[in-house]
């Protein structure tokens, strides 16, 4: 079945590298997502991977994929006050349509 | 683009009234999502549509939730009657079908059932 987890909090310094990790379990995704989500506002796609790629880099954002551990991460450079938010991973599954398994979300904090 | 569009934005209401929740998708998109935001239980995919045709219903509470979407540009998430374990934040999703999944959210609808 679909189940993608995520631990709750990460609270880092500005200016240091953010890195925020995901676990999902079915192997048969073909696309994983991290989206943002600010105070009051709706989900904001930040950047995607195809499956069979194991490294994406965007600006400051990196995502790395183990496909073999079934593992996401999202490493954010140089973290800024506005990056605090909430984020969320998600994967769509070959077969299951269009949807989307979002994780819990991890709520990243950053201090001055 | 004005993005996807719900409202109300604050919704308050009693314990068995029927609450009517709104979302225009962005034009050209032909996928369209509720999804349903707790605390306990995180974002809850309820239904999605293709094309206006509901595709997976799976995940709609019970019979007191339906949605419907009779044109590319209008949906409704309708309870009837409505819980307080009903409040929650309700969003809105649109997209472009396949392969890649970039969902475009709306701002939600904040419901509280008193």
């Known amino acids: 079945g679909e189940d993608v987890e995520q631990s709750l909090f990460l609270s880092v310094r500005e200016g240091d590298s953010s890195v925020i990790n995901c676990t999902y379990t079915d192997s048969s995704s073909t696309y994983l997502y991290w989206y943002k989500q600010e105070p009051g506002a709706g989900l904001q796609l930040l950047t995607y991977i195809f499956s069979n790629m194991d490294m994406k880099q965007d600006q400051r954002l990196t995502v790395l994929l183990n496909k073999k551990d079934k593992h996401l991460s999202l490493r954010i450079a140089d973290t800024q006050t506005g990056d605090s938010a909430i984020y969320f991973c998600a994967e769509s599954i070959e077969g299951g349509g269009n949807k989307l398994t979002f994780g819990t979300g991890t709520q990243l904090k950053v201090e001055l | 683009d004005a993005g996807v569009i719900q409202s109300p934005r604050h919704e308050v209401t009693e314990m068995g009234q029927e609450v009517t929740l709104r979302c225009k998708p962005i034009?050209?998109?032909?996928?369209l999502f509720w999804y349903r935001q707790t605390m306990m239980r995180g974002l809850e995919l309820l239904i999605y549509?293709?094309?206006?045709?509901?595709?997976?219903d799976s995940g709609m509470p019970e019979d007191r939730f339906s949605a419907k979407m009779p044109n590319a540009s209008f949906s409704t998430l309708k309870i009837q009657p409505s819980e307080p374990r009903d409040s929650a934040v309700y969003f809105c999703a649109s997209s472009v079908a396949h392969p890649v999944e970039k969902l475009f959210f709306g701002s939600g609808t904040q419901l509280s059932v008193l």
């Open positions: 034009s050209g998109h032909n996928s």
């Open positions: 549509f293709n094309n206006n045709v509901p595709i997976d």
